[in-house]
């Protein structure tokens, strides 16, 4: 879905857009949907695979297709002097590109694409909290632990909603962040004593921080959100044994803002475009 | 739930606390929960009806309770000297419990609960909007027509999560308000020209601000959010024929943070005794 | 000044201007600077007196001139038909204006003005303690006395800048509106315990609040400002003798911000005449 | 005046504090202030030397004392097992320091420190900006050339206050991040078309940003403020030349603020004094 809107804002923008292995739904605009890879490419200066690029091995990724294209039949119409672009390539798919001559650029790690996703998993981030508990943001006692891109942002965020907000880090740099910004802070290994405070706490830090010693110090009723990629700081096993509220939230971008994390792709393929000297 | 979730945060606050019609669920701490209301009031220094305090006219509003109670045989247990307070009392009620000598104190016209729900209310709304719109809050272009208690406090949050934040107001000070806090500002009813660059439109104004004309004038895929209480600001029929995706939100702040709401009640409850010169 | 600058304001927007009685100083624009008071006046539809509108008793406010002028003299020239504005107004000018036939406005006495004017009045309490205290406001506790249109302000902008802001009312209402800003929240008269907490305390309020038995709880070093007009609130002889550092800021917004404030009375100009059917 | 603040900050904290060539004022709490340098330093587990530590080569910088110090002479003074620490440390005295078989902590190379530091000269910034511009911050126009601590820091503290802030970076990561925190963004080098836009300029690029060409498209009466370390980012000839008022603003957090500076120095101190292990 995101690629569809990816290529309904390319469109929009006045580009020449033609897609690929979408066929159950009819995008609008002036976006040409073709059946053959060649057609859809041939023309392109600059060539989008999805994130990820492939579903599993060797296939490329294509939900909002009837039919099932193996990578190789993709790449084999690409050439070298093509942008192309693609996110979180596995290492297959970039052996197989690097074999046939050609260079995909992953566009998940262009820092500027992890700030920009970072302002949407946060506010995902804040979504779920509403959700999920009974009391209001405002006034509540929030602990964010770490201090990173999501970090920032999502204690900003916070903030702005009249929370309390607690952020933890491990270097004295980044406590000294936390307090210019008006944050009490806390060092990520030594948030023990504070734990029962907090009723909502967001674990960043993909290291396991709230083991079950951590878990059982939590107020009653205090939700858990772990937002870290796998393995996750939260030990959900030992959640679910004593009865903390536990959610393990990956991909909000994608599924909270589809337009906007459509739009974040975009505004990253340009900026690709623009240091390769190619004109929009 | 409220009234649950009230006695509750009472009794957690040291006091004795017995409950009459909530049957279907049981409550926590010390609560006693009555089957008679002779029971439940007699020694209480304070009770504290529902809101609203009747479902249909005569009938006390118990969804917790098996049983149909009139607010006759409720208001006959009550005694003169008790402060009896209340939400939303009809017309009928109040009468009634004139003729009966006693005075019922509407909690829900005090101003410091009306300024707390709102801060509940524009949360609720938030969350609304972050789950209806495919793009984020931050960097999108809100318009929050009114500057009453909800949308003075609705605009701070949403700028405070990133968001291009337009109020309205009629009056000249309000206007300059609406300057001071760092919004722009626009007359309520001089909207027109601007309508077409919001991605979300919110009403807080009990009048018809948003008929035909002006849903016409709005962005595709813009989200219309109503707040006002009826008869609501905004001509659903015409939205639905447009296209316009609208959303009718009442009582936002029992629905999203039940127990914020209790706790505000129970936060008027004791200015109310505390103006009696009753000790808590 | 102030009156220099609004006359080279609204030259700037287009408008036709002639001053009278500012001699001292050169103009720029196309403001014309005229010596006879019925040149300067007879082709106006609009005749801005200063603020305030007399120095003395019966004397014109006009320091930007070599000249004295009584305000009979002034008022003499002007029409019924035209619309006057001054600010400040004694009663001696308003009987003697009414005897003439001649209604006078005084913008000082609409909420707008009063709204912005806080905006300016703010920041200048806040540059005032940046120099006044040696230690930075982010992390510093403020305590704002009072919670009108200058507290609520200036507590949102201390807040802006890192400030922990506590501030007080003595209505339930108001101390929900500070609660809902996410502030700290006092009851103006019973802040005694927490006095000896603050590095800055800022009162808004036109009664003595801070007597000397209040001063004496003040932590060493705390800065007092008061910003009520008179009598003001703070017992500046106790202070004195217990070496409390204290200031009494009048007039803030003319004096640190004189084109800002020049703009104030402008945009009142033109409220006033849009009221009156009068096109810009 | 700061290392004087620094002394009291210390014993306020309970620790034993003995200073060395501080004789011209009186320090408060159990401060002893020495005569001998052996007996100042003999009992310390830490020796605290000024910023910068030399006021001319060889000489200490010890502006509150009557007499007149080769470092040599402090430093034999000194033992290797001691934590020693200076700020500003010079080539010369980083020599002299190791032929003594001594090694001096330069603290202002510290992270914790230089983030702390950008707090307090971004509030100094924000004063003069008050002090030297006739309008309001609120409402304003600025311009932060430059995203690093000081750039970071001032567009929050900027936005607090009601300005609208544009910010400039020049990597594309940088661009994201100020987007995130809800400020407009420029491109560093890109500035030229949007220069006449702006109230106030402010430059904290230690390059030749704003040179004669693009201060002759400033708007009239815009204040630029440069808090680049030499060279500075500013032309001041140009300036001058083109009537521009600028201002060069270097050590604002000592001047400003001084407490909250040997503050700084105290936390730093700490964390130094941590990571080695030395109990407080």
Chains 1, 2, 3, 4 share one sequence.
């Not at 508990?133 to 970090?151: A, E, K, Q, W, Y």
């Not at 796998?230 to 994608?254: E, H, N, Q, R």
């Not at 337009?259 to 990253?268: C, H, K, N, P």
Request: with cysteine; glycine share 8%; aromatic share 4%.
């Amino acid at each position: 879905m995101r690629q569809a809107k990816l290529a309904e804002l390319l469109a929009t923008d006045g580009h020449s857009v033609s897609t690929f292995a979408i066929d159950k739904i009819r995008l609008e605009g002036s976006v040409v949907q073709k059946t053959l890879i060649r057609e859809a490419v041939d023309d392109a200066a600059c060539v989008v695979m999805p994130l990820p690029v492939t579903s599993r091995e060797g296939m490329l990724n294509a939900p909002l297709s009837g039919g099932l294209y193996t990578t190789r039949e993709v790449l084999s119409a690409l050439r070298p002097e093509q942008v192309l672009c693609a996110g979180r390539i596995d290492e297959a798919t970039r052996e197989l590109a690097g074999s046939m001559g050609i260079t995909l650029i992953d566009y998940l790690e262009r820092e500027e694409l992890a700030v920009a996703n970072a302002v949407a998993a946060a506010e995902g981030a804040i979504q779920l909290i509403m959700e999920e508990t009974p009391i209001t943001v405002c006034h509540s006692n929030c602990l964010v632990i770490g201090f990173g891109r999501i970090g920032k942002i999502l204690s900003h965020r916070l903030r702005g909603l009249g929370a309390h907000v607690t952020a933890t880090a491990r270097s004295w740099a980044d406590l000294a962040w936390i307090k210019a910004y008006g944050y009490e802070a806390e060092e990520t290994y030594n948030i023990d004593a504070s734990l029962s405070r907090y009723d909502v706490v967001i674990n960043t830090v993909p290291a396991r921080v709230l083991g079950e010693s951590r878990l059982m110090k939590l107020r009653r009723g205090c939700l858990c959100l772990d937002l870290a990629s796998k393995p996750g700081g939260l030990d959900f096993t030992a959640a679910s044994k004593l009865g903390v509220k536990a959610v393990w939230a990956l991909s909000l971008p994608g599924e909270v803002a589809p337009v906007t994390s459509g739009a974040i792709i975009r505004d990253t393929i340009y900026n690709i475009l623009n240091e390769k000297g190619i004109a929009l």
